[in-house]
T-cell receptor, first 116, second 112 residues
Framework: DTGVSQNPRHKITKRGQNVTFRCDPI?????LYWYRQTLGQGPEFLTY????????KSRLLSDRFSAERPKGSFSTLEIQRTEQGDSAMYLC??????????????FGDGTRLSIL | GENVEQHPSTLSVQEGDSAVIKCTYS??????FPWYKQELGKRPQLIID?????GEKKDQRIAVTLNKTAKHFSLHITETQPEDSAVYFC???????????FGRGTSLIVHP
């Protein structure tokens, strides 16, 4: 079990730039989630995929955010025209959903985004 | 409003004491209630979970209880150790969705 892998671990960029993060889930997991976490808060749901289909997006998710999972394996999260309020830890998680319903989520180490 | 409320936000105990963290939820859509532990600078890790067909589950020093009538579930840690110090998050149902909503977290500090 290689676990959930996220790259890069840290990203520092100037306001207005675009950034892209990558998540490689556990290989047999069919669900992939993106969360954002700020200091002192729990993970906040952004969006999730069932295989390659994006099934739900948080209504808090700005149209500057887009996510893809083109082949149902790795996923990318892009933020366009970054703002200082985008500074946060971006967490990816995966799970294997089946007939029993919700299953444990396995998190990656996250990508910490800092906007200058 | 907030769908999953977690209390307390901080909890300070002496080594060997018990610690209890409680979460309440308003939506009955889910049958799955996990607890995660997050050490400083690290990823959240599942420590225990419970499904709605049982009222209690134990794993060594950790237990989770679920009261579906009252819509709350609690994490119990007995014989606490300094390495239990971390932030603990519950996750519960939200708005009829199967996407878990995380509580705001409880910072547990175990003093040696």
């Amino acid at each position: 079990d290689t676990g959930v892998s996220q790259n890069p671990r840290h990203k520092i960029t100037k306001r207005g730039q675009n950034v892209t993060f990558r998540c490689d889930p556990i290989s047999e997991h069919n669900r992939l989630y993106w969360y954002r976490q700020t200091l002192g808060q729990g993970p906040e749901f952004l969006t999730y995929f069932q295989n390659e289909a994006q099934l739900e997006k948080s209504r808090l998710l700005s149209d500057r955010f887009s996510a893809e999972r083109p082949k149902g394996s790795f996923s990318t999260l892009e933020i366009q025209r970054t703002e200082q309020g985008d500074s946060a830890m971006y967490l990816c998680a995966s799970s294997l959903e089946g007939a029993e319903g919700n299953q444990p989520q396995h998190f990656g180490d996250g990508t910490r985004l800092s906007i200058l | 409003g907030e769908n999953v409320e977690q209390h307390p936000s901080t909890l300070s105990v002496q080594e060997g004491d018990s610690a209890v963290i409680k979460c309440t939820y308003s939506d009955s859509a889910s049958n799955y209630f996990p607890w995660y532990k997050q050490e400083l600078g690290k990823r959240p890790q599942l420590i225990i979970d419970i499904r709605s067909n049982v009222g209690e589950k134990k794993d060594q020093r950790i237990a989770v209880t679920l009261n579906k009538t009252a819509k709350h579930f609690s994490l119990h840690i007995t014989e606490t150790q300094p390495e239990d110090s971390a932030v603990y998050f519950c996750a519960g149902p939200s708005g009829g969705s199967y996407i878990p909503t995380f509580g705001r977290g409880t910072s547990l500090i175990v003093h040696p």
